[in-house]
T-cell receptor, first 112, second 111 residues
Framework: KAGVTQTPRYLIKTRGQQVTLSCSPISGHRSVSWYQQTPGQGLQFLFEYFSETQRNKGNFPGRFSGRQFSNSRSEMNVSTLELGDSALYLC???????????FGPGTRLTVT | TQLLEQSPQFLSIQEGENLTVYCNSSSVFSSLQWYRQEPGEGPVLLVTVVTGGEVKKLKRLTFQFGDARKDSSLHITAAQPGDTGLYLCAGARNTGNQFYFGTGTSLTVIP
């Protein structure tokens, strides 16, 4: 079974721009969660989508948004990028509430 | 402030030594997971514990969930260089898949 895939793997953007990251979960998994990982803050939960609905949301500003499609693929969008948004963005998929999350390799976003 | 605190933050040991990593919180969790992450990759799930007092063994790794479901530990016996990585604990507090991650323990095993 193929794992979680994230595209692109690396991205460089300029402050003020917007960016869209993509995540394809493991086949059959309906839950997709997004996390931001930085050296200073560690892994921080952004939001979770389940069957196209946002079910949980972390404490991030409205510039961070996401969506999930009917095939469970998910995208997250960050608008008006700030230097502090530079991070590794990780996506994790899970089959319902199985308590087991499987992570993708992440997208490394650098904002200059 | 992190909901889950891990200690130690950094650990450098010789091959063959034993070690324990702690994951502590003042909050109760419905389940707790341990992950290992290598540079440039996403975390890889090692184990999930859901019952207070539960102990799980995975080869040389032993995981324990505290009786009150507020803390957990990871013990590695006879560490090997392949155990090197960032160890993360993560707890879930309710239904759904919102996990709170610990501060992380960076382990280096020297051959």
């Amino acid at each position: 079974k193929a794992g979680v895939t994230q595209t692109p793997r690396y991205l460089i953007k300029t402050r003020g721009q917007q960016v869209t990251l993509s995540c394809s979960p493991i086949s059959g998994h309906r839950s997709v969660s997004w996390y931001q990982q930085t050296p200073g803050q560690g892994l921080q939960f952004l939001f979770e989508y389940f069957s196209e609905t946002q079910r949980n949301k972390g404490n991030f500003p409205g510039r961070f948004s996401g969506r999930q499609f009917s095939n469970s693929r998910s995208e997250m969008n960050v608008s008006t990028l700030e230097l502090g948004d530079s991070a590794l963005y990780l996506c994790a998929s899970s089959f319902s509430d199985s308590y087991e999350q499987y992570f993708g390799p992440g997208t490394r976003l650098t904002v200059t | 402030t992190q909901l889950l605190e891990q200690s130690p933050q950094f650990l450098s040991i010789q091959e063959g030594e034993n070690l324990t990593v702690y994951c502590n919180s003042s909050s109760v969790f419905s389940s707790l997971q341990w992950y290992r992450q290598e540079p440039g990759e996403g975390p890889v799930l090692l184990v999930t514990v859901v019952t207070g007092g539960e102990v799980k063994k995975l080869k040389r790794l032993t995981f324990q969930f505290g009786d009150a479901r507020k803390d957990s530990s990871l013990h590695i016996t006879a560490a090997q260089p392949g155990d090197t990585g960032l160890y993360l604990c993560a707890g879930a507090r309710n239904t759904g898949n919102q996990f709170y991650f610990g501060t992380g323990t960076s382990l280096t095993v020297i051959p």
